[in-house]
Protein backbone atom coordinates (compact mmCIF):
# COMPACT_ATOMS: atom_id res chain seq x y z
CA UNK A 1 0.00 0.00 0.00
CA UNK A 2 1.27 3.32 -0.89
CA UNK A 3 2.29 5.66 2.05
CA UNK A 4 3.88 8.63 0.62
CA UNK A 5 2.22 11.56 1.87
CA UNK A 6 1.78 13.30 -1.43
CA UNK A 7 -0.47 10.09 -2.21
CA UNK A 8 -2.69 10.95 0.41
CA UNK A 9 -5.90 12.71 0.10
CA UNK A 10 -8.36 13.86 2.75
CA UNK A 11 -11.97 14.20 1.88
CA UNK A 12 -15.40 14.36 4.07
CA UNK A 13 -18.55 14.13 1.72
CA UNK A 14 -21.81 16.38 2.89
CA UNK A 15 -24.62 17.17 1.86
CA UNK A 16 -28.55 17.33 2.74
CA UNK A 17 -30.18 14.32 4.15
CA UNK A 18 -31.02 11.94 1.34
CA UNK A 19 -29.10 13.83 -1.58
CA UNK A 20 -27.04 10.73 -1.57
CA UNK A 21 -23.62 10.16 0.20
CA UNK A 22 -23.98 6.72 0.99
CA UNK A 23 -24.87 5.32 -1.94
CA UNK A 24 -22.21 7.37 -3.56
CA UNK A 25 -19.60 5.83 -1.81
CA UNK A 26 -20.86 2.50 -2.56
CA UNK A 27 -20.17 3.25 -6.35
CA UNK A 28 -16.87 4.73 -5.54
CA UNK A 29 -16.02 1.15 -3.86
CA UNK A 30 -16.92 -0.66 -6.28
CA UNK A 31 -15.03 1.49 -8.88
CA UNK A 32 -11.98 1.99 -7.40
CA UNK A 33 -11.89 -1.96 -6.99
CA UNK A 34 -12.24 -2.24 -3.19
CA UNK A 35 -14.96 -5.27 -3.33
CA UNK A 36 -14.34 -7.99 -5.67
CA UNK A 37 -16.77 -8.39 -8.47
CA UNK A 38 -18.11 -11.25 -6.94
CA UNK A 39 -17.96 -10.14 -3.12
CA UNK A 40 -21.65 -10.08 -1.76
CA UNK A 41 -21.65 -6.30 -0.16
CA UNK A 42 -25.16 -4.68 1.00
CA UNK A 43 -26.36 -1.64 0.17
CA UNK A 44 -25.14 1.67 1.72
CA UNK A 45 -22.36 -0.25 3.31
CA UNK A 46 -21.53 2.16 5.41
CA UNK A 47 -24.55 2.50 7.09
CA UNK A 48 -24.19 0.11 9.37
CA UNK A 49 -25.92 0.82 12.51
CA UNK A 50 -29.30 -0.80 12.57
CA UNK A 51 -31.49 2.33 13.19
CA UNK A 52 -28.80 3.95 10.21
CA UNK A 53 -30.95 1.30 7.91
CA UNK A 54 -33.94 1.44 9.40
CA UNK A 55 -34.43 5.17 9.24
CA UNK A 56 -32.44 5.51 5.76
CA UNK A 57 -30.53 8.55 7.15
CA UNK A 58 -26.60 8.12 8.47
CA UNK A 59 -26.22 9.09 12.56
CA UNK A 60 -22.71 8.15 12.73
CA UNK A 61 -19.94 10.24 10.93
CA UNK A 62 -17.78 7.01 9.51
CA UNK A 63 -14.37 6.42 8.06
CA UNK A 64 -13.02 4.89 5.02
CA UNK A 65 -9.98 4.61 2.66
CA UNK A 66 -10.20 3.68 -0.98
CA UNK A 67 -6.60 2.98 -3.29
CA UNK A 68 -6.61 4.30 -6.37
CA UNK A 69 -4.20 4.30 -9.41
CA UNK A 70 -1.73 4.71 -6.42
CA UNK A 71 -3.36 7.59 -4.42
CA UNK A 72 -5.05 6.70 -0.70
CA UNK A 73 -8.44 8.50 -0.38
CA UNK A 74 -9.27 8.67 2.98
CA UNK A 75 -13.31 9.43 2.80
CA UNK A 76 -15.23 10.72 6.03
CA UNK A 77 -18.93 9.91 4.91
CA UNK A 78 -21.17 12.78 7.19
CA UNK A 79 -24.46 12.80 8.58
CA UNK A 80 -26.72 14.98 6.28
CA UNK A 81 -29.69 15.40 9.36
CA UNK A 82 -29.02 18.86 11.60
CA UNK A 83 -29.80 17.33 14.85
CA UNK A 84 -26.66 14.74 13.98
CA UNK A 85 -24.48 18.02 12.83
CA UNK A 86 -22.06 17.67 15.82
CA UNK A 87 -20.70 14.41 14.01
CA UNK A 88 -20.30 16.92 11.14
CA UNK A 89 -18.31 19.47 12.54
CA UNK A 90 -15.69 17.11 14.60
CA UNK A 91 -15.26 14.91 11.75
CA UNK A 92 -14.37 17.88 9.45
CA UNK A 93 -11.03 18.08 11.37
CA UNK A 94 -9.84 14.92 9.79
CA UNK A 95 -10.50 16.81 5.79
CA UNK A 96 -8.72 19.26 3.79
CA UNK A 97 -11.45 19.54 1.52
CA UNK A 98 -15.08 18.68 1.33
CA UNK A 99 -17.11 17.12 -1.30
CA UNK A 100 -20.62 19.00 -1.61
CA UNK A 101 -23.49 16.74 -3.02
CA UNK A 102 -26.63 18.77 -4.09
CA UNK A 103 -30.03 17.19 -5.38
CA UNK A 104 -30.50 17.97 -9.27
CA UNK A 105 -33.98 18.65 -8.35
CA UNK A 106 -33.92 19.85 -5.08
CA UNK A 107 -31.13 21.62 -4.61
CA UNK A 108 -29.40 23.82 -1.82
CA UNK A 109 -31.74 22.70 1.61
CA UNK A 110 -31.24 23.87 5.08
CA UNK A 111 -28.81 21.51 5.81
CA UNK A 112 -26.72 21.75 2.66
CA UNK A 113 -26.17 25.19 4.41
CA UNK A 114 -25.15 24.30 7.25
CA UNK A 115 -22.62 21.78 6.12
CA UNK A 116 -21.00 24.04 3.82
CA UNK A 117 -20.96 26.89 6.76
CA UNK A 118 -19.18 24.38 8.83
CA UNK A 119 -16.94 23.47 5.82
CA UNK A 120 -16.54 27.28 5.45
CA UNK A 121 -15.41 27.96 8.88
CA UNK A 122 -12.30 25.24 8.73
CA UNK A 123 -11.05 26.77 5.83
CA UNK A 124 -11.87 24.14 3.30
CA UNK A 125 -12.38 24.06 0.14
CA UNK A 126 -15.57 22.96 -1.43
CA UNK A 127 -15.64 20.92 -4.80
CA UNK A 128 -19.15 20.00 -5.93
CA UNK A 129 -21.33 17.52 -7.53
CA UNK A 130 -24.92 17.78 -9.02
CA UNK A 131 -26.11 14.36 -7.97
CA UNK A 132 -29.32 12.94 -9.45
CA UNK A 133 -29.39 13.99 -12.69
CA UNK A 134 -31.17 11.54 -14.07
CA UNK A 135 -34.56 12.79 -11.47
CA UNK A 136 -37.15 13.29 -14.14
CA UNK A 137 -37.67 16.74 -12.56
CA UNK A 138 -33.87 17.85 -12.27
CA UNK A 139 -33.21 21.21 -12.61
CA UNK A 140 -29.45 21.18 -13.24
CA UNK A 141 -28.61 24.82 -14.51
CA UNK A 142 -30.73 26.41 -12.02
CA UNK A 143 -28.94 24.58 -8.87
CA UNK A 144 -25.75 25.15 -9.89
CA UNK A 145 -26.45 28.98 -9.79
CA UNK A 146 -28.30 28.35 -6.58
CA UNK A 147 -25.12 26.74 -5.33
CA UNK A 148 -23.36 29.78 -6.42
CA UNK A 149 -25.49 31.88 -4.61
CA UNK A 150 -24.96 29.90 -1.19
CA UNK A 151 -21.06 29.92 -1.43
CA UNK A 152 -21.42 33.82 -1.83
CA UNK A 153 -24.27 34.22 0.93
CA UNK A 154 -22.15 32.42 3.14
CA UNK A 155 -18.86 34.72 2.64
CA UNK A 156 -16.81 32.28 0.61
CA UNK A 157 -13.64 34.16 -0.52
CA UNK A 158 -12.18 33.81 -3.97
CA UNK A 159 -10.92 30.46 -4.51
CA UNK A 160 -13.48 28.87 -2.71
CA UNK A 161 -15.92 30.47 -5.40
CA UNK A 162 -13.94 29.02 -8.09
CA UNK A 163 -15.30 25.33 -7.30
CA UNK A 164 -14.96 22.46 -9.81
CA UNK A 165 -18.24 20.60 -10.73
CA UNK A 166 -18.93 16.98 -11.99
CA UNK A 167 -22.40 16.04 -12.31
CA UNK A 168 -23.82 12.67 -12.01
CA UNK A 169 -25.77 9.93 -10.35
CA UNK A 170 -24.09 7.94 -7.35
CA UNK A 171 -26.87 5.17 -7.63
CA UNK A 172 -25.96 4.45 -11.43
CA UNK A 173 -22.66 4.99 -10.71
CA UNK A 174 -21.42 7.79 -13.53
CA UNK A 175 -20.19 11.33 -13.13
CA UNK A 176 -19.83 13.73 -16.26
CA UNK A 177 -17.31 16.95 -15.89
CA UNK A 178 -19.64 18.71 -18.78
CA UNK A 179 -23.18 18.25 -19.23
CA UNK A 180 -22.68 16.93 -23.28
CA UNK A 181 -20.13 14.51 -22.25
CA UNK A 182 -20.71 10.58 -21.93
CA UNK A 183 -22.44 8.79 -18.97
CA UNK A 184 -19.33 5.94 -18.43
CA UNK A 185 -17.91 6.14 -15.20
CA UNK A 186 -16.72 8.05 -12.21
CA UNK A 187 -13.54 8.38 -13.59
CA UNK A 188 -14.29 12.05 -13.81
CA UNK A 189 -15.36 12.22 -9.99
CA UNK A 190 -11.64 10.60 -8.90
CA UNK A 191 -10.18 12.61 -10.91
CA UNK A 192 -11.24 16.08 -9.64
CA UNK A 193 -10.81 14.70 -6.22
CA UNK A 194 -7.06 14.18 -7.13
CA UNK A 195 -6.80 17.41 -9.05
CA UNK A 196 -8.18 19.91 -6.64
CA UNK A 197 -7.84 17.95 -3.14
CA UNK A 198 -4.73 19.56 -1.80
CA UNK A 199 -2.59 17.16 -0.67
CA UNK A 200 -1.62 17.45 3.37
CA UNK A 201 0.95 18.95 5.20
CA UNK A 202 4.10 17.07 5.60
CA UNK A 203 5.85 17.19 9.04
CA UNK A 204 7.35 13.55 9.47
CA UNK A 205 9.91 14.87 11.45
CA UNK A 206 8.00 17.00 13.96
CA UNK A 207 6.91 16.03 17.47
CA UNK A 208 3.36 13.94 17.25
CA UNK A 209 0.61 15.53 17.41
CA UNK A 210 -2.85 13.49 16.98
CA UNK A 211 -5.92 14.37 17.92
CA UNK A 212 -9.11 12.41 18.99
CA UNK A 213 -12.33 13.50 16.48
CA UNK A 214 -14.34 10.52 17.24
CA UNK A 215 -14.70 7.81 19.60
CA UNK A 216 -16.16 4.22 19.24
CA UNK A 217 -15.78 0.72 21.54
CA UNK A 218 -14.66 -2.67 20.27
CA UNK A 219 -15.64 -5.49 22.71
CA UNK A 220 -11.97 -7.00 21.86
CA UNK A 221 -10.07 -3.61 21.95
CA UNK A 222 -11.60 -1.30 24.25
CA UNK A 223 -12.11 2.44 23.72
CA UNK A 224 -10.86 3.10 20.16
CA UNK A 225 -10.49 6.66 18.97
CA UNK A 226 -10.30 7.82 15.10
CA UNK A 227 -8.69 10.96 14.34
CA UNK A 228 -5.95 12.47 11.95
CA UNK A 229 -1.90 12.64 12.64
CA UNK A 230 -1.65 16.28 12.38
CA UNK A 231 2.38 16.23 12.98
CA UNK A 232 4.61 13.81 13.34
CA UNK A 233 4.50 9.96 12.93
CA UNK A 234 2.15 7.61 15.65
CA UNK A 235 3.95 4.21 16.13
CA UNK A 236 2.43 1.51 18.30
CA UNK A 237 3.59 0.73 21.54
CA UNK A 238 4.71 4.27 22.09
CA UNK A 239 4.02 5.19 25.07
CA UNK A 240 2.36 9.20 24.94
CA UNK A 241 0.85 12.01 26.99
CA UNK A 242 -2.73 12.23 26.74
CA UNK A 243 -3.10 16.20 26.71
CA UNK A 244 -5.91 19.21 26.25
CA UNK A 245 -6.08 22.40 26.49
CA UNK A 246 -8.02 22.31 29.27
CA UNK A 247 -6.22 20.08 31.19
CA UNK A 248 -3.40 21.20 33.83
CA UNK A 249 -2.05 17.80 34.07
CA UNK A 250 -1.12 14.66 31.28
CA UNK A 251 -1.51 11.56 31.44
CA UNK A 252 1.18 8.83 29.96
CA UNK A 253 -0.12 5.71 28.56
CA UNK A 254 1.24 3.40 25.82
CA UNK A 255 -0.56 3.07 22.44
CA UNK A 256 -1.91 -0.62 22.63
CA UNK A 257 -3.48 -0.75 18.93
CA UNK A 258 -2.69 1.06 15.70
CA UNK A 259 -4.83 0.95 12.73
CA UNK A 260 -6.14 2.30 9.36
CA UNK A 261 -8.54 2.03 6.87
CA UNK A 262 -8.74 -0.40 4.37
CA UNK A 263 -11.82 -0.27 2.62
CA UNK A 264 -14.45 -0.64 5.31
CA UNK A 265 -11.42 -2.78 7.47
CA UNK A 266 -9.56 -1.82 10.15
CA UNK A 267 -6.02 -3.10 9.34
CA UNK A 268 -3.32 -3.26 11.80
CA UNK A 269 -0.31 -1.27 11.45
CA UNK A 270 3.21 -0.48 13.24
CA UNK A 271 3.16 3.19 11.82
CA UNK A 272 1.16 6.23 10.53
CA UNK A 273 2.42 9.07 9.14
CA UNK A 274 1.30 12.83 9.28
CA UNK A 275 -1.72 13.34 7.27
CA UNK A 276 -3.38 10.27 7.54
CA UNK A 277 -6.10 8.71 9.52
CA UNK A 278 -5.27 6.51 12.26
CA UNK A 279 -7.38 4.52 14.66
CA UNK A 280 -5.95 3.98 18.02
CA UNK A 281 -6.82 1.70 19.94
CA UNK A 282 -6.19 1.16 24.24
CA UNK A 283 -6.35 4.43 26.05
CA UNK A 284 -9.02 4.15 28.13
CA UNK A 285 -9.04 7.52 29.17
CA UNK A 286 -9.06 8.73 25.88
CA UNK A 287 -11.58 11.54 24.95
CA UNK A 288 -13.03 13.28 22.13
CA UNK A 289 -11.02 16.34 21.54
CA UNK A 290 -7.91 14.91 23.60
CA UNK A 291 -4.56 14.98 21.26
CA UNK A 292 -1.50 12.79 21.73
CA UNK A 293 1.85 13.91 22.14
CA UNK A 294 5.43 12.75 22.52
CA UNK A 295 5.81 12.74 26.77
CA UNK A 296 8.73 15.05 26.44
CA UNK A 297 7.09 17.70 24.52
CA UNK A 298 3.82 18.33 25.08
CA UNK A 299 1.56 21.12 22.84
CA UNK A 300 -2.28 20.02 22.43
CA UNK A 301 -4.33 20.98 19.92
CA UNK A 302 -7.17 23.88 20.18
CA UNK A 303 -9.90 21.88 21.86
CA UNK A 304 -12.74 20.67 19.24
CA UNK A 305 -15.60 23.57 19.70
CA UNK A 306 -19.07 22.46 19.26
CA UNK A 307 -22.35 24.70 18.70
CA UNK A 308 -24.45 24.95 21.72
CA UNK A 309 -27.57 22.14 22.06
CA UNK A 310 -30.80 23.43 21.79
CA UNK A 311 -33.39 21.03 22.68
CA UNK A 312 -32.84 19.16 26.79
CA UNK A 313 -34.67 16.40 27.76
CA UNK A 314 -35.11 15.02 31.32
CA UNK A 315 -34.40 10.88 32.19
CA UNK A 316 -35.89 9.72 35.03
CA UNK A 317 -36.22 6.09 36.93
CA UNK A 318 -39.12 4.44 36.13
CA UNK A 319 -41.96 4.42 38.88
CA UNK A 320 -45.05 3.18 37.33
CA UNK A 321 -46.75 -0.18 38.29
CA UNK A 322 -45.19 -1.69 35.65
CA UNK A 323 -41.76 -0.94 36.49
CA UNK A 324 -38.90 -3.90 36.00
CA UNK A 325 -41.08 -6.30 34.70
CA UNK A 326 -39.73 -5.52 30.94
CA UNK A 327 -36.15 -4.32 31.21
CA UNK A 328 -32.75 -5.79 32.47
CA UNK A 329 -31.40 -2.50 33.34
CA UNK A 330 -33.71 -0.42 35.51
CA UNK A 331 -31.93 1.34 38.28
CA UNK A 332 -30.86 5.15 38.65
CA UNK A 333 -26.29 3.88 38.53
CA UNK A 334 -27.45 1.79 35.27
CA UNK A 335 -29.04 4.63 33.29
CA UNK A 336 -26.50 7.60 34.50
CA UNK A 337 -23.77 5.20 33.63
CA UNK A 338 -25.05 5.11 30.64
CA UNK A 339 -25.90 8.37 29.53
CA UNK A 340 -22.61 9.37 30.95
CA UNK A 341 -21.02 6.57 28.05
CA UNK A 342 -23.29 8.50 25.35
CA UNK A 343 -21.87 12.13 26.32
CA UNK A 344 -18.02 10.64 26.11
CA UNK A 345 -19.07 9.42 22.69
CA UNK A 346 -21.31 12.56 21.62
CA UNK A 347 -20.16 15.80 22.22
CA UNK A 348 -22.77 17.36 20.90
CA UNK A 349 -24.67 15.37 23.78
CA UNK A 350 -24.25 17.41 27.25
CA UNK A 351 -25.21 15.72 30.26
CA UNK A 352 -26.07 17.63 33.93
CA UNK A 353 -25.05 17.11 36.97
CA UNK A 354 -27.77 15.62 38.82
CA UNK A 355 -28.31 18.41 40.97
CA UNK A 356 -29.31 20.89 38.00
CA UNK A 357 -32.21 18.85 37.14
CA UNK A 358 -35.62 20.77 36.50
CA UNK A 359 -37.55 18.71 38.97
CA UNK A 360 -34.20 18.10 41.55
CA UNK A 361 -34.50 14.60 40.31
CA UNK A 362 -33.87 12.75 36.73
CA UNK A 363 -30.72 13.54 34.78
CA UNK A 364 -31.30 16.34 32.34
CA UNK A 365 -29.22 15.51 28.79
CA UNK A 366 -28.60 18.28 26.06
CA UNK A 367 -28.75 17.45 22.38
CA UNK A 368 -29.30 19.08 18.84
CA UNK A 369 -33.39 17.82 18.10
CA UNK A 370 -35.37 15.39 19.02
CA UNK A 371 -34.48 13.00 16.68
CA UNK A 372 -30.75 13.36 18.02
CA UNK A 373 -32.07 12.37 21.59
CA UNK A 374 -34.66 9.69 19.98
CA UNK A 375 -32.03 7.61 18.86
CA UNK A 376 -30.48 7.48 21.90
CA UNK A 377 -33.16 6.02 23.72
CA UNK A 378 -34.25 3.98 21.24
CA UNK A 379 -30.08 2.42 21.37
CA UNK A 380 -31.10 2.11 25.33
CA UNK A 381 -34.32 0.48 24.80
CA UNK A 382 -32.74 -2.13 22.03
CA UNK A 383 -29.98 -2.44 24.80
CA UNK A 384 -32.39 -4.17 27.73
CA UNK A 385 -32.84 0.17 29.56
CA UNK A 386 -35.85 0.55 31.12
CA UNK A 387 -36.70 4.26 32.10
CA UNK A 388 -38.89 7.62 31.72
CA UNK A 389 -38.75 10.80 29.91
CA UNK A 390 -40.36 13.93 29.67
CA UNK A 391 -41.35 16.50 27.22
CA UNK A 392 -38.63 18.02 25.08
CA UNK A 393 -38.10 21.73 25.62
CA UNK A 394 -35.73 23.74 24.50
CA UNK A 395 -32.60 25.53 26.05
CA UNK A 396 -32.65 29.20 26.77
CA UNK A 397 -29.71 31.43 27.59
CA UNK A 398 -28.92 35.67 28.69
CA UNK A 399 -27.41 37.59 26.18
CA UNK A 400 -27.31 40.88 27.24
CA UNK A 401 -29.81 40.43 30.62
CA UNK A 402 -32.26 39.03 28.12
CA UNK A 403 -33.84 35.68 27.62
CA UNK A 404 -33.02 33.91 23.98
CA UNK A 405 -34.18 31.18 22.68
CA UNK A 406 -32.65 29.12 19.22
CA UNK A 407 -34.38 30.07 16.28
CA UNK A 408 -34.16 27.77 13.21
CA UNK A 409 -34.34 27.86 9.49
CA UNK A 410 -37.34 25.54 8.05
CA UNK A 411 -38.18 24.41 4.60
CA UNK A 412 -41.08 22.67 3.77
CA UNK A 413 -41.58 21.73 0.46
CA UNK A 414 -45.57 20.57 -0.13
CA UNK A 415 -48.01 20.55 -3.33
CA UNK A 416 -49.64 24.07 -3.83
CA UNK A 417 -53.04 22.87 -2.56
CA UNK A 418 -52.22 22.42 0.75
CA UNK A 419 -49.66 26.06 1.16
CA UNK A 420 -52.31 27.62 2.85
CA UNK A 421 -52.63 25.64 5.74
CA UNK A 422 -49.18 25.36 6.31
CA UNK A 423 -47.99 28.67 6.16
CA UNK A 424 -51.30 29.33 8.98
CA UNK A 425 -50.34 26.32 10.90
CA UNK A 426 -46.04 27.97 11.00
CA UNK A 427 -47.72 31.90 11.55
CA UNK A 428 -49.49 30.83 14.62
CA UNK A 429 -46.18 29.11 16.00
CA UNK A 430 -44.65 31.94 15.50
CA UNK A 431 -42.86 31.54 12.15
CA UNK A 432 -41.53 34.19 9.85
CA UNK A 433 -42.11 33.38 6.22
CA UNK A 434 -38.97 34.71 4.37
CA UNK A 435 -39.54 32.84 0.67
CA UNK A 436 -41.89 31.02 -0.97
CA UNK A 437 -40.77 29.38 -4.43
CA UNK A 438 -43.26 27.57 -6.76
CA UNK A 439 -42.36 24.28 -8.28
CA UNK A 440 -44.39 22.96 -10.97
CA UNK A 441 -47.09 21.78 -8.81
CA UNK A 442 -45.50 22.03 -5.32
CA UNK A 443 -44.13 24.72 -3.34
CA UNK A 444 -41.01 25.59 -0.74
CA UNK A 445 -41.85 27.67 1.70
CA UNK A 446 -39.21 28.78 4.43
CA UNK A 447 -39.61 30.19 7.46
CA UNK A 448 -37.32 31.39 10.12
CA UNK A 449 -39.33 30.12 13.49
CA UNK A 450 -38.50 29.03 17.06
CA UNK A 451 -37.17 25.18 17.51
CA UNK A 452 -39.87 24.80 20.06
CA UNK A 453 -42.39 26.04 17.43
CA UNK A 454 -40.86 22.83 15.67
CA UNK A 455 -41.95 20.40 18.48
CA UNK A 456 -44.19 18.44 17.01
CA UNK A 457 -44.51 20.19 13.74
CA UNK A 458 -43.76 16.75 11.53
CA UNK A 459 -46.66 15.07 13.05
CA UNK A 460 -49.04 18.34 12.31
CA UNK A 461 -47.92 19.20 8.69
CA UNK A 462 -48.54 15.06 7.60
CA UNK A 463 -51.66 15.64 8.82
CA UNK A 464 -52.31 19.13 7.16
CA UNK A 465 -51.02 18.26 4.21
CA UNK A 466 -52.45 14.51 3.63
CA UNK A 467 -48.51 13.22 3.82
CA UNK A 468 -47.24 14.85 1.59
CA UNK A 469 -45.46 17.22 3.05
CA UNK A 470 -41.64 17.39 3.88
CA UNK A 471 -39.55 19.04 6.47
CA UNK A 472 -35.95 19.97 7.07
CA UNK A 473 -34.73 22.30 9.30
CA UNK A 474 -31.45 23.63 11.03
CA UNK A 475 -29.98 25.98 13.90
CA UNK A 476 -29.96 29.56 12.61
CA UNK A 477 -29.61 32.09 15.73
CA UNK A 478 -30.38 32.92 18.57
CA UNK A 479 -33.54 35.42 19.24
CA UNK A 480 -35.04 37.17 22.40
CA UNK A 481 -38.27 34.93 24.13
CA UNK A 482 -40.54 34.89 21.42
CA UNK A 483 -43.53 34.52 24.12
CA UNK A 484 -46.17 31.37 24.32
CA UNK A 485 -47.37 29.10 21.18
CA UNK A 486 -49.99 27.54 21.24
CA UNK A 487 -50.13 24.11 23.57
CA UNK A 488 -51.80 20.76 22.14
CA UNK A 489 -55.63 21.49 21.25
CA UNK A 490 -56.80 18.27 22.29
CA UNK A 491 -56.39 16.51 26.00
CA UNK A 492 -56.44 12.96 26.57
CA UNK A 493 -58.02 10.11 27.90
CA UNK A 494 -55.83 8.90 31.18
CA UNK A 495 -57.18 5.12 32.86
CA UNK A 496 -58.77 5.48 35.93
CA UNK A 497 -57.77 2.14 37.36
CA UNK A 498 -55.34 -0.73 36.69
CA UNK A 499 -56.47 -3.92 34.28
CA UNK A 500 -56.58 -5.25 31.13
CA UNK A 501 -58.65 -2.96 28.57
CA UNK A 502 -61.48 -5.10 27.44
CA UNK A 503 -62.92 -4.63 23.84
CA UNK A 504 -66.70 -4.00 25.24
CA UNK A 505 -65.30 -1.24 28.15
CA UNK A 506 -63.31 0.59 24.66
CA UNK A 507 -66.78 0.11 22.72
CA UNK A 508 -68.80 2.79 24.87
CA UNK A 509 -65.54 4.90 24.97
CA UNK A 510 -65.36 5.60 21.63
CA UNK A 511 -67.54 8.52 21.30
CA UNK A 512 -64.85 10.34 23.13
CA UNK A 513 -61.74 10.29 21.04
CA UNK A 514 -59.26 7.93 19.46
CA UNK A 515 -57.49 5.27 21.00
CA UNK A 516 -53.72 4.85 21.60
CA UNK A 517 -53.95 1.02 22.65
CA UNK A 518 -55.71 -2.42 21.37
CA UNK A 519 -57.91 -4.58 23.43
CA UNK A 520 -56.20 -6.77 25.75
CA UNK A 521 -53.53 -4.14 26.04
CA UNK A 522 -52.66 -4.25 30.14
CA UNK A 523 -53.14 -0.82 31.65
CA UNK A 524 -52.61 1.11 35.26
CA UNK A 525 -54.24 4.50 36.79
CA UNK A 526 -52.60 7.73 35.13
CA UNK A 527 -51.87 5.98 31.86
CA UNK A 528 -52.74 7.69 29.02
CA UNK A 529 -54.42 5.73 26.22
CA UNK A 530 -55.78 7.61 23.79
CA UNK A 531 -56.59 11.54 22.71
CA UNK A 532 -59.79 13.12 24.20
CA UNK A 533 -61.90 15.27 21.43
CA UNK A 534 -62.27 17.91 23.76
CA UNK A 535 -59.14 20.08 25.06
CA UNK A 536 -59.60 18.51 28.58
CA UNK A 537 -58.25 15.13 30.01
CA UNK A 538 -60.92 12.69 30.56
CA UNK A 539 -60.47 9.72 33.61
CA UNK A 540 -62.32 6.69 31.53
CA UNK A 541 -62.54 3.20 32.45
CA UNK A 542 -61.25 0.72 29.67
CA UNK A 543 -61.50 -2.57 32.13
CA UNK A 544 -65.02 -2.56 32.19
CA UNK A 545 -67.19 -5.47 31.61
CA UNK A 546 -70.25 -6.26 30.38
CA UNK A 547 -72.84 -7.39 33.31
CA UNK A 548 -73.84 -11.02 32.41
CA UNK A 549 -77.73 -11.81 33.59
CA UNK A 550 -79.98 -15.65 33.52
CA UNK A 551 -81.31 -13.96 30.45
CA UNK A 552 -77.96 -12.97 28.56
CA UNK A 553 -75.10 -15.10 28.32
CA UNK A 554 -71.62 -14.13 26.55
CA UNK A 555 -72.33 -16.08 23.77
CA UNK A 556 -75.25 -14.27 22.53
CA UNK A 557 -73.18 -11.05 22.46
CA UNK A 558 -72.70 -9.66 19.03
CA UNK A 559 -68.84 -8.85 18.69
CA UNK A 560 -67.48 -5.55 19.39
CA UNK A 561 -65.61 -4.34 16.44
CA UNK A 562 -63.02 -1.39 17.19
CA UNK A 563 -61.63 0.94 14.87
CA UNK A 564 -57.53 0.34 14.65
CA UNK A 565 -55.24 2.19 17.78
CA UNK A 566 -53.52 5.32 16.34
CA UNK A 567 -50.07 4.01 17.24
CA UNK A 568 -47.52 6.52 17.78
CA UNK A 569 -43.27 6.07 16.80
CA UNK A 570 -40.90 6.77 19.14
CA UNK A 571 -40.50 10.59 18.11
CA UNK A 572 -44.09 11.13 17.63
CA UNK A 573 -44.21 10.71 21.29
CA UNK A 574 -41.92 12.64 22.27
CA UNK A 575 -43.48 14.99 20.44
CA UNK A 576 -46.30 14.38 22.19
CA UNK A 577 -45.91 14.75 25.15
CA UNK A 578 -46.81 18.03 27.24
CA UNK A 579 -45.50 19.51 30.03
CA UNK A 580 -47.18 17.27 33.26
CA UNK A 581 -46.86 13.95 31.36
CA UNK A 582 -43.69 11.39 30.70
CA UNK A 583 -42.88 8.60 28.58
CA UNK A 584 -42.09 5.39 29.94
CA UNK A 585 -39.87 3.18 27.94
CA UNK A 586 -39.06 0.21 27.98
CA UNK A 587 -37.49 -2.55 25.38
CA UNK A 588 -40.81 -3.99 24.54
CA UNK A 589 -43.37 -1.42 25.07
CA UNK A 590 -43.71 2.93 24.89
CA UNK A 591 -46.50 4.35 27.27
CA UNK A 592 -47.69 7.63 27.40
CA UNK A 593 -48.67 8.70 31.39
CA UNK A 594 -49.03 11.61 33.22
CA UNK A 595 -46.03 12.35 35.97
CA UNK A 596 -48.57 12.07 38.58
CA UNK A 597 -50.34 8.83 38.44
CA UNK A 598 -53.31 9.78 41.18
CA UNK A 599 -56.47 11.29 39.60
CA UNK A 600 -57.23 12.70 43.12
CA UNK A 601 -53.39 14.32 43.45
CA UNK A 602 -53.69 15.64 39.92
CA UNK A 603 -56.47 17.71 41.14
CA UNK A 604 -55.06 18.43 44.05
CA UNK A 605 -51.74 19.88 42.21
CA UNK A 606 -54.20 21.82 39.41
CA UNK A 607 -55.69 23.78 42.85
CA UNK A 608 -52.77 24.67 44.01
CA UNK A 609 -51.64 25.77 41.13
CA UNK A 610 -54.50 27.47 40.20
CA UNK A 611 -54.33 29.19 43.75
CA UNK A 612 -50.69 29.99 43.23
CA UNK A 613 -51.78 31.78 39.40
CA UNK A 614 -53.97 34.28 41.26
CA UNK A 615 -51.79 35.05 43.88
Not at 93 to 117: I, Y
Not at 136 to 164: C, K, S, Y
Not at 218 to 226: P, T
Not at 507 to 534: A, C, H, Q, S, W
Request: glycine share 8%; charged share 30%.
Amino acid sequence: MPNSKKQIRNIAIVAHVDHGKTTLVDTMFQFAGTFRKNQQVQERAMDSDAQERERGITILAKNTAIDYHGYRINIVDTPGHADFGGQVERTLRMADAVLLLVDAAEGPMPQTRFVLRKAFENGLRALVMINKIDRPDARVNEVLDEVFELFIELGAHDDQLDFPVVYGSGRDGYAMADMKDEKSDLKPLFDMLLKHVPAPVQDDAGALQFQAATLDHDDFLGRIAIGRVKRGVLRNGARVAVCHPDRSKATFLPIKGLFRYEGLNRVATEEVHCGDIAVVAGIEDLMIGDTLCPVEQQDPLPAIVMDEPTIAMEFFVSNSPFAGQEGQFVTSRQILGRLEKAAQRDVALVLMPPDASIAGEGYELKGRGVMHLGVLIENMRREGYEFSVGKPRVVLKKIDGKTHEPYERASIDVPTVHAGKIIEYFGRRRGEMTHMEPFENSSRIEFLIPSRGLIGARTALMTLSQGMAILSHVFECWRPDGGPLPMRQNGVLIADRTGDSIPYGMFGLLDRGTFFIEPGTPVYEGMIIGENNKDNDLGVNVCREKKLTNIRSAGKDDNVKLPPPHVMSLEESLEYLEDDELLEVTPKTLRLRKRVLSEMERKKQTRKDNKAARV
